[in-house]
C-alpha cells in the first residue's frame, strides 16, 4: 500500500484535494474560452471522460466574463487559468471561477497578488500557485529546481502573511528529473496539496510516457494530490492517460482492469484485435475506459498461449487463457468451459455483466 503524504485539503466546487481524498485527474479546454458553446461541449466530453475539474485559458476581459456562462452548463469544478494581469483574476473570480491558477512566474507585483488572494479569500475559493520552468528559470540563476522552488515559496509565505491557506501548488518542466526534484523538495517544506503536471510533454505517444515516468516516481513515494497530463492534441487523451496512469499505480479504485499477453510464435489466436474490440466495447458501456463507478475493481486477463495464459486467468476475475483458434475460460480461478475464439469477447462481455 502507497503511504501518501498527509497535507491540508481543499476544496474546489464540490472536489476534496488533498488529505486522503482521491486524487483527481484534470484537464483544460483547448477552445476559445469566449466562445461558450464549444468551450461548453468540450467541457462536457471531458467530463464524459472522467475528467473531475477543468481549467479554461482567460486571456482577456472577455473570457473571464464567459466563465458566468460556461459555469451553469457543466457538471465538473472550472479554474480560471490568469497570467500577467491580475484583474482577469479578479473578473474571473466575480464571474463565479472555482478556483484561480495564478503563474509567480508572470505576476511579480506584490499588491496585485495580495488583491487576487484577497478576492478569493472572501469567495472562499483556492488558488493554485502554478510554476512552469520556462517562465521562472530566467528570474533566477539557480536549478530549474531551485528556482521554481524558491519562486512557489515567495508566494506561499505572503499568502500565509495573509492567513490564506487554500493553496495547492505545482511545480511543471518539461524535464521529467526536474519535475520530480522540484516536487520532493516542496513536499518537504510545506504541507499544501501538490498538483502534479510535466509541461509541454508534447504529442500523445511520448507525453503520456514523460508524464507516467515522472508522475509514477512521485506517487509511489505517496506524493501528490491532483494532476494533468499536458499533451498536445486531444484534451480526452490527457484524461484517459492520467486514469490510466493512476490505475498502473494502484490510485484507482473499482473499475475493469484488462491485462493482456504481448504474444509470442505460440499465439495461435488474433490476440490483438480480440483485446483491442474488448477495450473499446467496455469504453462504450462505461464514463470511461475500464471504469464502472460504484462496483468493485475487475480483472480481466486474455492471455495467448498455455505458457502463462492459465496462470494469469486463474489469478484474474475472468479470463480466458486461448489454444488454437479457442480457449478455455476461467472464472474465480477455475476452468469453466472451453470457447470458440470468435466468442471470446460476446463470453467476457456477458461475464462482466453479472459480476
Given at each position: 500500500m ?7 485539503q481543499i ?10 481524498a ?6 483544460m ?7 461558450i458553446?464549444k468551450?461548453v461541449?468540450q467541457?462536457?466530453?471531458l467530463e464524459?471522460?472522467g ?6 485559458a482567460?486571456?482577456?476581459?472577455d473570457a473571464?466574463?464567459?466563465i458566468a456562462?460556461?459555469?451553469?452548463k457543466i457538471?465538473?469544478p ?18 463565479g471561477?472555482?478556483k ?5 512566474g ?5 499588491n ?6 484577497q ?34 515559496m ?8 495573509m ?10 518542466a518539461?524535464?521529467?528529473?526536474a ?13 499544501y496539496?501538490?498538483?502534479?503536471g510535466?509541461t509541454a ?6 507525453g503520456?510516457i514523460?508524464?507516467?515516468?515522472a ?30 496512469i493512476l490505475?498502473?499505480?494502484g490510485l484507482?479504485?473499482?473499475?475493469v482492469?484488462v491485462?493482456?499477453?504481448?504474444t509470442c510464435?505460440?499465439c ?15 469504453s462504450?458501456v ?7 463507478a460504484g ?9 495467448g498461449?498455455?505458457?502463462?495464459g492459465p496462470?494469469?486467468?486463474r489469478?484474474?476475475?475472468i ?6 483458434n479457442?480457449g ?6 477455475k476452468?469453466i ?5 470468435k ?6 462481455l456477458?461475464?462482466i455483466?453479472?459480476l
Amino acid at each position: 500500500m502507497i503511504k501518501r503524504r498527509k497535507t491540508r485539503q481543499i476544496t474546489v466546487g464540490d472536489v476534496k484535494i488533498g488529505n486522503g481524498a482521491p486524487i483527481s485527474v484534470q484537464s483544460m479546454t483547448k477552445t476559445d474560452t469566449r466562445d461558450i458553446v464549444k468551450t461548453v461541449v468540450q467541457i462536457k466530453d471531458l467530463e464524459r471522460a472522467g475528467c473531475e475539474i477543468v481549467r479554461v485559458a482567460v486571456k482577456d476581459a472577455d473570457a473571464a466574463k464567459a466563465i458566468a456562462g460556461i459555469k451553469p452548463k457543466i457538471n465538473i469544478p472550472l479554474v480560471a487559468d490568469i497570467h500577467f494581469d491580475y484583474r482577469l483574476a479578479l473578473l474571473a473570480i466575480q464571474s463565479g471561477a472555482d478556483k484561480i491558477r495564478i503563474n509567480p512566474g508572470n505576476m511579480t507585483h506584490r499588491n496585485e497578488v495580495e488583491a487576487v488572494a484577497q478576492a478569493a479569500k472572501a469567495r472562499h475559493i483556492p488558488i493554485r500557485i502554478g510554476l512552469n520552468s520556462g517562465s521562472v528559470i530566467k528570474q533566477h540563476k539557480k536549478s530549474v529546481a531551485d528556482a521554481m522552488v524558491s519562486s512557489a515559496m515567495e508566494y506561499i509565505r505572503l499568502f500565509e502573511k495573509m492567513k490564506f491557506r487554500d493553496i495547492v501548488v505545482s511545480l511543471k518542466a518539461s524535464d521529467v528529473q526536474a519535475t520530480v526534484e522540484a516536487y520532493r523538495r516542496i513536499a518537504k517544506k510545506r504541507d499544501y496539496p501538490l498538483h502534479l503536471g510535466v509541461t509541454a510533454a508534447g504529442l500523445a505517444d511520448f507525453g503520456r510516457i514523460k508524464s507516467a515516468v515522472a508522475f509514477g516516481a512521485l506517487l509511489l513515494e505517496g506524493i501528490g494530490d491532483t494532476l494533468r497530463v499536458s499533451l498536445t492534441g486531444d484534451p480526452i487523451l490527457e484524461v484517459l492517460a492520467a486514469k490510466q496512469i493512476l490505475r498502473a499505480a494502484g490510485l484507482v479504485t473499482g473499475g475493469v482492469e484488462v491485462i493482456s499477453c504481448p504474444t509470442c510464435g505460440r499465439c495461435q489466436v488474433d490476440l490483438v484485435k480480440i483485446v483491442e474490440e474488448l477495450s473499446e466495447k467496455i469504453s462504450k458501456v462505461t464514463s470511461h475506459p475500464f471504469a464502472r463507478a460504484g462496483k468493485p475493481q475487475v480483472k480481466i486477463a486474455v492471455m495467448g498461449c498455455e505458457v502463462n495464459g492459465p496462470g494469469e486467468a486463474r489469478d484474474a476475475d475472468i479470463g480466458i487463457a486461448a489454444g488454437k483458434n479457442s480457449g478455455m475460460l476461467f472464472k474465480n480461478g477455475k476452468p469453466i468451459k472451453k470457447i470458440a475464439e470468435k466468442d471470446f469477447v460476446k463470453v467476457l462481455l456477458e461475464e462482466i455483466k453479472k459480476l
